[in-house]
């Protein structure tokens, strides 16, 4: 048998087609644009219209399939090397459609909500209004063919992503039903581009959970925010064989509820392999402007974006700081991580990762995209770490916060708690009731206070043992001794004299009138030394000073004076009884009115203002006077049954407070000042 060399025949080039539906695609729109592309060749169709369908899972015949995408593609969609020039939104923005781009855009339209509500791929003739063609042959199909959202296994309940209408020209039954068929075989791609998708979510979230859980457990270790923030640029740019890795922390520059308004910046709080980072080194300045851009967009960044990537989200990134950051190194690859937390106040970014890698290190798309996982997963863990490191202050504060937003919602927090803390405190003012008290300045002094002064001219012959200020001593206890012997020799030289007149006296009396005058000037001068006897006599009696009362001795020390001579009334001692004292307060004129006998207050000492002393007013002195500017009543006080407590001490000053009638916190508060607009405005 002879054999025939057929390997010149060539197939129509399904291994290309195959190719480029399962090649991955990190957006579901690239599947899409492909996906009608293919199936728009392969069934030679003039024009193929893409149908979005938002996810639906039933058709109501109401609904109204959305067209987003014809094909084929305009022309300003690629460059000349076949690189999308459009951004995807731009490409599936249905304001480009203009009004006739369809054709028989109303059978396209009722095909593609036919094929949506069966699920199936149907097709409708151009020229009749039934569902099935007949042998007279339409000049042209409408071939709707609907794209399952989701994984094979799931196909009953699957939403919709879209339905791909083509419009065909004529053909025989056999053709188009080959047609029919390839085009079920490729629109079974989108289960492949479905599972792919999970598999490659699968295998991401693996790593990255594998990632985490290092990152996690490393940084756990521990013990405050700065050490497990070095533990996890270190630990990551060794993992991932990373050149440098920086984590920033946001912090808010305006108003404390993260309104739109406030200012937020990122500060860069750990750099690997760096214990002590200098905000004001322009390295450091370059990475937290590159931090500071990934927040503002709120979204990852990879600068340089590896050419043909079909991640949206990264191509249309703004990256003028990280452009400026790698712009040293023509072979950096710099990326940047937003940290993202979800609590009370919803999801929001906390803080930035940046890395970059020049050498070995991968950074590209799916490197992204773990990092942004695996963050995912550790930024909860920093954020409880960074609110354990705070001051205890600050996190009061917080808690106050979140049990206020519990109380009147997440927000304008602060400020509704001012209002209903105001509110409160404005009626606690104006019904709440409190005694008013009066204060003044007071003394205290005994009430029974005695001076001993010299009683003549003299000399201190003697001073006990122990009579010293602070002595106590009782009635009639000696406190010193005048020196008398000198009186003593007058006394008997005035009674010498006495004795001598009198004789004299006598003498002249028996020689008769004749001497009546020398009686009487003798008389005279024995009356005169009799009254210097007496008066020495006095004096000598007056020696021995005594205490009058039971006290203590609050003033004078005559130890130094033994022997000295004294002058007639120099104060020799002061002599208090301080078990008995008396307050005597000086009240503003502004307050006697509320004060009368009988009230009750509390005095404190300027040396303790913490110690306490219970007083009566006793008596109101009805005369003021003036005293340091002002005018003021005297005010005398009785201390409490009990008697004055050991710091009670004569002379001690302090301020008293007296109880007076209960009045409201807001009439205390005003009072001083409505009393002045009262004399200023004559009320």
């Known amino acids: 048998m002879a054999l025939t060399d057929l390997s010149t025949l060539k197939t129509p080039g399904w291994s290309r087609v195959v190719g480029e539906l399962a090649a991955p695609a990190g957006d579901d729109r690239v599947f899409l644009l492909r996906l009608i592309g293919v199936l728009g060749q392969v069934a030679g169709a003039r024009q193929g219209v893409l149908f979005s369908l938002g996810g639906q899972r039933e058709i109501t015949p109401e609904f109204e399939p959305k067209p987003v995408l014809t094909w084929p593609l305009p022309t300003d969609a690629f460059d000349a090397q076949g690189r999308m020039t459009l951004p995807l939104d731009a490409m599936f923005d249905p304001t480009r459609l203009t009004e006739g781009a369809i054709e028989h855009a109303g059978e396209a339209r009722a095909a593609a909500r036919a094929a949506a509500s069966s699920r199936q791929v149907a097709v409708f003739g151009l020229e009749h209004e039934s569902l099935m063609y007949d042998a007279g042959g339409p000049k042209g199909f409408i071939i709707a063919v609907p794209i399952m959202a989701g994984l094979p296994a799931e196909a009953p309940g699957l939403p919709l992503a879209a339905v791909v209408t083509l419009l065909v020209d004529a053909r025989s039954k056999q053709a188009l039903q080959t047609t029919l068929a390839i085009i079920e075989i490729l629109a079974g791609y989108s289960f492949l581009h479905a599972t792919s998708a999970a598999l490659r979510r699968t295998k991401s979230s693996g790593a990255s959970l594998d990632l985490a859980a290092r990152l996690i ?3 756990n270790a521990t013990h405050d925010f700065k050490g497990c923030t070095l533990q996890l640029v270190n630990d990551l740019a060794r993992q991932l064989s990373l050149d440098r890795a920086a984590l920033g922390w946001v912090h808010e520059g305006g108003s404390a509820e993260g309104a739109e308004s406030a200012r937020r910046e990122t500060r860069c709080v750990a750099i690997t392999d760096t214990e002590n980072i200098d ?13 500071d851009e990934c927040l503002d967009q709120a979204q990852p960044i990879l600068y340089p974006v590896p050419e043909g990537h079909p991640d949206a989200v990264l191509t249309q990134a703004i990256t003028h700081a990280h452009r400026e950051l790698a712009a040293s190194d023509s072979r950096l690859r710099v990326a940047s991580i937003p940290l993202r937390t979800h609590d009370a106040q919803g999801e929001r970014i906390i803080g930035v990762l940046l890395v970059e890698s020049a050498g070995e290190g991968r950074l590209d798309g799916n490197v992204v995209e773990l990092l942004q996982a695996t ?9 409880v770490r960074r609110s354990d490191d705070r001051i205890i202050a600050v996190r009061t504060w917080e808690w106050m916060k979140k049990t206020a937003a519990w109380a009147v919602g997440p927000t304008h927090t602060v400020w509704k708690m001012v209002g209903v803390l105001l509110l409160a405190a404005s009626l606690f003012l104006v019904f709440f009731k409190t005694t008013y008290r009066v204060g003044a300045p007071m003394e205290l002094i005994p ?5 001993l002064a010299m009683p003549y001219d003299g000399v201190i012959a003697r001073v006990p043992a122990g009579i ?8 009639g206890q000696l406190l010193v001794d005048l020196d008398t012997r000198e009186l003593h020799l007058a006394r008997l030289e005035a009674q010498a004299q006495v004795e001598q007149n009198e004789r004299m006296a006598d003498e002249a009396l028996k020689r008769g009138e004749s001497a009546r005058a020398e009686v009487t000037q003798a008389r005279a001068k024995a009356d005169q030394a009799r009254a210097r006897r007496d008066l020495l006599t006095r004096q000598i009696e007056k020696s021995r000073i005594v205490a009058p009362i039971d006290g203590t001795i609050t003033g004078g020390d005559l130890k130094d004076k033994i022997g000295a001579a004294v002058k007639l009334g120099e104060r020799l001692f002061e002599l ?11 009240v503003d004129d502004r307050d006697i009115a509320l004060l009368k006998p009988g009230a009750t207050g509390q005095i404190s000492p300027k040396s303790n203002p913490s110690l306490t002393l219970d007083f009566t007013v006793e008596s109101i002195v009805p005369m003021a006077f003036g005293h340091e500017g002002e005018n003021v009543f005297e005010v005398r006080g009785r201390v409490a049954a009990g008697g004055a407590p050991a710091w009670a001490l004569p002379g001690m000053q302090g301020q008293a407070r007296f109880d007076t009638e209960k009045r409201s916190l807001a009439w205390i508060a005003s009072r001083r000042i409505v009393d002045t607009l009262r004399v200023w405005l004559w009320w």
């Open 217 to 219: 457990a490393s940084i």
């Open 447 to 451: 009430r029974e206070r005695r001076t």
């Open 468 to 475: 010293e200020p602070g002595a106590k001593v009782s009635a």
């Open 375 to 383: 963050m995912d997963l550790a930024g909860p863990v920093l954020a």
């Open 576 to 586: 208090a009884e301080t078990s008995d004292m008396m307050v005597v307060a000086r």
């Open 279 to 291: 905000r004001r080194m322009a390295m450091v300045r370059a990475i937290e402007q590159a931090m």
